[in-house]
């Protein structure tokens, strides 16, 4: 695949999971409480959490809004590298983080629209902090990638 070909995927893949948080968001987590995969795994995290947590702390919308968000930063890393390659890992880190939180806080008012959803500071930051260990995670790899390439 061509240079060229790998950014426009890389933005690409970055918009599919775009869409699969905005589906995420459109949904209450009682939309979970029945049957299939979505509910298994939302019963299964339940059972982990309340023991430690308590029965009425809602630890799985924490978990997802982190898990979703620290794919994303990690996906936004990828992409800005193929986008601005002259960037430090530093900077791509910052630009993945900030593309992450902005979207975010489009997220967070999408939620408002949504019956039995609502606009969360808490939320946007546990999103913020996701796509900050993602973008860090992401950045570390890359890096010790390049050095074994580099070493090789």
Same mark, same amino acid.
């Given at each position: 695949?061509?240079?060229?070909?790998?950014?426009?995927?890389?933005?690409?893949?970055?918009?599919?999971?775009?869409?699969?948080?905005?589906?995420?968001? *459109?949904?209450?987590?009682?939309?979970?409480? /029945?049957? !299939?995969? +979505? =509910?298994?795994?939302?019963?299964? #995290?339940?059972? @982990?959490?309340?023991?430690?947590?308590?029965?009425?702390?809602?630890?799985?919308?924490?978990?997802?809004?982190?898990?979703?968000?620290?794919?994303?930063?990690?996906?936004?890393?990828?992409? *800005?590298?193929?986008?601005?390659?002259?960037? /430090?890992? !530093?900077? +791509? =880190?910052?630009?993945?983080?900030? #593309?992450?939180? @902005?979207?975010?806080?489009?997220?967070?008012?999408?939620?408002?629209?949504?019956?039995?959803?609502?606009?969360?500071?808490?939320?946007?930051?546990?999103?913020?902090?996701?796509?900050?260990?993602?973008?860090?995670?992401?950045?570390?790899?890359?890096?010790?990638? +390049? =050095?074994?390439?580099?070493?090789?």
């Amino acid at each position: 695949m061509s240079q060229r070909g790998r950014l426009i995927l890389s933005w690409v893949i970055v918009a599919l999971w775009a869409v699969v948080i905005f589906f995420m968001s *459109a949904h209450t987590g009682s939309d979970f409480d /029945g049957t !299939g995969p +979505l =509910a298994a795994i939302k019963r299964w #995290l339940v059972g @982990l959490a309340a023991p430690v947590f308590g029965p009425d702390t809602d630890i799985v919308n924490v978990a997802a809004h982190f898990t979703e968000y620290l794919v994303f930063g990690g996906l936004l890393v990828l992409a *800005a590298r193929r986008t601005w390659p002259a960037l /430090g890992w !530093g900077k +791509l =880190a910052l630009v993945a983080i900030a #593309l992450a939180s @902005l979207y975010a806080v489009t997220d967070e008012f999408h939620q408002s629209f949504v019956p039995g959803r609502m606009c969360d500071p808490a939320d946007w930051l546990t999103d913020t902090l996701g796509a900050t260990l993602g973008a860090g995670a992401a950045v570390l790899a890359l890096e010790k990638m +390049l =050095a074994k390439r580099q070493v090789g």
